[in-house]
């Protein structure tokens, strides 16, 4: 992935971070997912009192795709306060309309992690005949 359109998708992530709901913990995290159609479509994470309520910002962004007719995650990026590579269940979220994505998450001073999503969850759990499989 060339350095233009990570930038790209950084900044929406970051944008997008702005407008997340965090009044429990704080950490605020945007995301934004590159659809197989080009385009951009952005995530935040949203809390709840009930913490397992709570959604994701990767979660949330790949749903935003799927709702817009993006069918395929070509990539996603995350931004927040601190280095954030995806949790368990985005990770699985992700590889089952991405497998091929390309995630990055901010890591240090301007810096960046790139990752297939395969390979953040290589043994990640698909149903037998399924578009996952």
């Known amino acids: 992935m060339e350095k233009g359109e990570v930038a ?8 997008a971070r702005e407008r997340a709901y965090a009044p429990y913990s704080d950490f605020k995290v945007g995301a934004a997912a590159l659809g197989d159609d080009g ?5 935040v994470n949203v ?11 990767e979660r949330a962004a790949v749903a935003a795709a ?5 069918r395929q ?8 306060d601190r ?3 995806p949790c368990g269940a985005c990770r699985q979220v992700i590889a089952e ?17 790139a990752k297939k999503a395969d390979e953040l969850l290589p043994e990640r759990f698909r149903l037998e005949g399924g578009r996952g499989s």
Do not use: K, Q
């Open 83 to 85: 280095p954030a590579p």
């Open 66 to 70: 799927v709702a817009g007719g993006a």
């Open 97 to 113: 309309l991405g497998p091929e994505a390309t995630v990055i998450w901010e890591e240090g001073a301007g810096g960046y992690v």
């Open 8 to 15: 790209r998708l950084m900044a929406a992530a970051r944008a």
């Open 47 to 57: 809390e709840n009192a009930s913490y397992g309520l709570s959604l994701c910002a």
């Open 39 to 43: 385009r951009v479509y952005v995530g």
């Open 73 to 80: 995650i070509i990539a996603l990026a995350i931004a927040a």
